[in-house]
C-alpha cells in the first residue's frame, strides 16, 4: 500500500495504481504494483521494468538499498534517457518480500520535475506497507565465495562446485520469531536429529560482525561428518545455520563458515509507527 | 537449473542435457530406466557410474534412429537430470563420455538468499 501525494490523482490501471501528477499525465506518472511475481534479482527487475520500445536509455544510475517502514528490504534507481527525442527519466523503486515484490515505476517527462519525481519514488518506496508482520524472515550475509546455493523454501543450501567430491555444505535457516522459538529449542534438535553424534562440550559464544551474538554447538558424527550448528540472537529473532563436512578442520571451507557467520546481518527493524513518512501523503490506498 | 559440463569443442559428436527434474522417492530405478529408454531408445547395456565429482549417474549406450548414442541420467541429491550424446561412430561417444563425466547441477537462476537478489 503507497499513499496519494497531495495533489496527485489515483488511478486504476490494471492490476495497479497509476498516480498522476499535478498538470496531468503529459508530466508523468507513478504505477505502482503489489505482490508481482516472480521474485527476481534486482538486476532483472530492471530490465523488465524499464523495457520500452519508446524510452531510449542513456544511463542507468546505481540502486540505492532501504529498509522501508516496516523494515522489508527495498531499493531505488534511476534511469536517464529520452522519449521521442526528449529528456526522460524512469525511476523504479523495489520491496522485496517472501516471494513476491512490489513497484513503484515512476515516469516523468518534465525535465524540472525529475529531482522530484525521483525524491517521490524514493519516499513512496520507502513508505510502502504490506502489514506482513512478524513472521519467518530471510537474512541478509554474504555468499560463500565460489559456492553455489539451492533454495529449499526459505533456507538456502550452499554446496561447492565440486559437490559430492568436496563433501561440505552450509545450510542458511530462515530467521524465526523468538517469541515461538528458541535457540535452546534448536539445539536440542540438533542433538536429537543425531542420536549417535558425539557432542563437543556445550555450545560455545559466538558473534558476527554486525552486532548479532549467540552459540555454536558441534557436533561429530561417529561416519566422521562433522557438524556446526550456529544460532545467533536478537531481541527479536533466532537466525540459525548449519555446516557440515567430512573434515571438521578442512581449512577452507571452516574459513569459508567462519566468513559466513560473521556476514550474518540482523533482519531489518520496523521505523517506529506506521504513521506515514512522507508528510504529503494525505491518506492511503490500496 | 540445468547441468553444467565442461566446455568441449569436438565436432564428431553432439551432447544435449535436460534440466534439472524431482526424481521420484519410490521406484527411482525404474524411473530412470524410463526416462533412459525415452523416444524408443533401445540400449545395449546399461552402467552404474559415478562422475568426476563424485555425483551417481546411470550410463545407457545403443542407437537412436541408427545413430550412436549414449544416455546418461544424473542423480544430484533429488533432483536428475538427462543428458544425451550422439555421435557418428563408438570411438567419438567415448570422447563425449569425457564431457558427461564432467556433470555438475548449476543451480543458476536459483534465488536461495537475499544477496543473489540484490545482484
Given at each position: 500500500?503507497?499513499?496519494?501525494?497531495?495533489?496527485?490523482?489515483?488511478?486504476?490501471?490494471?492490476?495497479?495504481?497509476?498516480?498522476?501528477?499535478?498538470?496531468?499525465?503529459?508530466?508523468?506518472?507513478?504505477?505502482?504494483?503489489?505482490?508481482?511475481?516472480?521474485?527476481?534479482?534486482?538486476?532483472?527487475?530492471?530490465?523488465?521494468?524499464?523495457?520500452?520500445?519508446?524510452?531510449?536509455?542513456?544511463?542507468?544510475?546505481?540502486?540505492?538499498?532501504?529498509?522501508?517502514?516496516?523494515?522489508?528490504?527495498?531499493?531505488?534507481?534511476?534511469?536517464?534517457?529520452?522519449?521521442?527525442?526528449?529528456?526522460?527519466?524512469?525511476?523504479?523503486?523495489?520491496?522485496?518480500?517472501?516471494?513476491?515484490?512490489?513497484?513503484?515505476?515512476?515516469?516523468?517527462?518534465?525535465?524540472?520535475?525529475?529531482?522530484?519525481?525521483?525524491?517521490?519514488?524514493?519516499?513512496?518506496?520507502?513508505?510502502?506497507?504490506?502489514?506482513?508482520?512478524?513472521?519467518?524472515?530471510?537474512?541478509?550475509?554474504?555468499?560463500?565465495?565460489?559456492?553455489?546455493?539451492?533454495?529449499?523454501?526459505?533456507?538456502?543450501?550452499?554446496?561447492?562446485?565440486?559437490?559430492?567430491?568436496?563433501?561440505?555444505?552450509?545450510?542458511?535457516?530462515?530467521?524465526?520469531?523468538?517469541?515461538?522459538?528458541?535457540?535452546?529449542?534448536?539445539?536440542?534438535?540438533?542433538?536429537?536429529?543425531?542420536?549417535?553424534?558425539?557432542?563437543?562440550?556445550?555450545?560455545?559464544?559466538?558473534?558476527?560482525?554486525?552486532?548479532?551474538?549467540?552459540?555454536?554447538?558441534?557436533?561429530?558424527?561417529?561416519?566422521?561428518?562433522?557438524?556446526?550448528?550456529?544460532?545467533?540472537?536478537?531481541?527479536?529473532?533466532?537466525?540459525?545455520?548449519?555446516?557440515?563436512?567430512?573434515?571438521?578442520?578442512?581449512?577452507?571451507?571452516?574459513?569459508?563458515?567462519?566468513?559466513?557467520?560473521?556476514?550474518?546481518?540482523?533482519?531489518?527493524?520496523?521505523?517506529?509507527?506506521?504513521?506515514?513518512?512522507?508528510?504529503?501523503?494525505?491518506?492511503?490506498?490500496? | 537449473?540445468?547441468?553444467?559440463?565442461?566446455?568441449?569443442?569436438?565436432?564428431?559428436?553432439?551432447?544435449?542435457?535436460?534440466?534439472?527434474?524431482?526424481?521420484?522417492?519410490?521406484?527411482?530405478?525404474?524411473?530412470?530406466?524410463?526416462?533412459?529408454?525415452?523416444?524408443?531408445?533401445?540400449?545395449?547395456?546399461?552402467?552404474?557410474?559415478?562422475?568426476?565429482?563424485?555425483w551417481p549417474v546411470v550410463v545407457a549406450h545403443g542407437?537412436?534412429?541408427?545413430?550412436?548414442?549414449?544416455?546418461?541420467?544424473?542423480?544430484?541429491?533429488?533432483?536428475?537430470?538427462?543428458?544425451?550424446?550422439?555421435?557418428?561412430?563408438?570411438?567419438?561417444?567415448?570422447?563425449?563420455?569425457?564431457?558427461?563425466?564432467?556433470?555438475?547441477?548449476?543451480?543458476?537462476?536459483?534465488?536461495?538468499?537475499?544477496?543473489?537478489?540484490?545482484?
Amino acid at each position: 500500500m503507497i499513499g496519494i501525494p497531495n495533489g496527485w490523482a489515483r488511478r486504476p490501471s490494471g492490476r495497479g495504481v497509476l498516480l498522476v501528477p499535478p498538470g496531468g499525465a503529459a508530466r508523468g506518472g507513478i504505477r505502482y504494483d503489489e505482490r508481482v511475481t516472480p521474485l527476481a534479482p534486482l538486476s532483472a527487475l530492471l530490465e523488465k521494468h524499464v523495457a520500452d520500445d519508446a524510452f531510449a536509455v542513456a544511463r542507468v544510475g546505481a540502486w540505492e538499498r532501504l529498509t522501508t517502514l516496516e523494515g522489508e528490504h527495498a531499493a531505488v534507481i534511476t534511469i536517464a534517457g529520452t522519449l521521442d527525442g526528449r529528456l526522460a527519466q524512469r525511476d523504479l523503486g523495489v520491496v522485496l518480500l517472501d516471494d513476491s515484490y512490489a513497484s513503484v515505476s515512476g515516469y516523468c517527462l518534465d525535465p524540472n520535475a525529475f529531482a522530484g519525481f525521483t525524491a517521490m519514488v524514493r519516499e513512496l518506496t520507502a513508505g510502502d506497507t504490506h502489514f506482513l508482520g512478524v513472521r519467518r524472515r530471510r537474512y541478509e550475509y554474504d555468499a560463500p565465495a565460489g559456492w553455489q546455493a539451492r533454495a529449499l523454501g526459505f533456507d538456502a543450501e550452499w554446496f561447492p562446485v565440486d559437490y559430492p567430491r568436496a563433501t561440505s555444505s552450509i545450510t542458511v535457516w530462515a530467521a524465526l520469531p523468538r517469541q515461538q522459538v528458541s535457540a535452546s529449542q534448536l539445539f536440542e534438535r540438533a542433538r536429537t536429529e543425531e542420536p549417535a553424534a558425539r557432542v563437543y562440550g556445550d555450545p560455545h559464544p559466538i558473534m558476527s560482525a554486525h552486532g548479532l551474538s549467540g552459540h555454536e554447538l558441534v557436533l561429530d558424527h561417529a561416519r566422521g561428518t562433522g557438524r556446526h550448528v550456529v544460532v545467533l540472537e536478537d531481541d527479536r529473532f533466532v537466525y540459525p545455520l548449519r555446516f557440515e563436512t567430512t573434515s571438521p578442520e578442512a581449512g577452507a571451507d571452516a574459513a569459508l563458515w567462519r566468513a559466513v557467520v560473521e556476514s550474518v546481518r540482523p533482519v531489518p527493524r520496523v521505523k517506529g509507527d506506521f504513521a506515514p513518512l512522507v508528510h504529503s501523503l494525505d491518506h492511503w490506498v490500496e | 537449473m540445468r547441468v553444467h559440463l565442461m566446455p568441449y569443442t569436438n565436432p564428431r559428436f553432439t551432447i544435449v542435457t535436460s534440466e534439472l527434474e524431482p526424481v521420484p522417492l519410490v521406484h527411482t530405478d525404474e524411473w530412470i530406466r524410463r526416462r533412459l529408454g525415452a523416444d524408443g531408445f533401445t540400449s545395449s547395456g546399461i552402467h552404474a557410474l559415478t562422475t568426476a565429482c563424485g555425483w551417481p549417474v546411470v550410463v545407457a549406450h545403443g542407437r537412436l534412429g541408427g545413430v550412436p548414442t549414449l544416455r546418461a541420467y544424473y542423480q544430484f541429491l533429488d533432483l536428475g537430470a538427462l543428458a544425451e550424446a550422439r555421435a557418428d561412430d563408438a570411438g567419438a561417444l567415448a570422447l563425449a563420455w569425457d564431457v558427461l563425466a564432467t556433470a555438475r547441477p548449476d543451480y543458476t537462476g536459483e534465488h536461495a538468499a537475499l544477496v543473489q537478489l540484490f545482484a
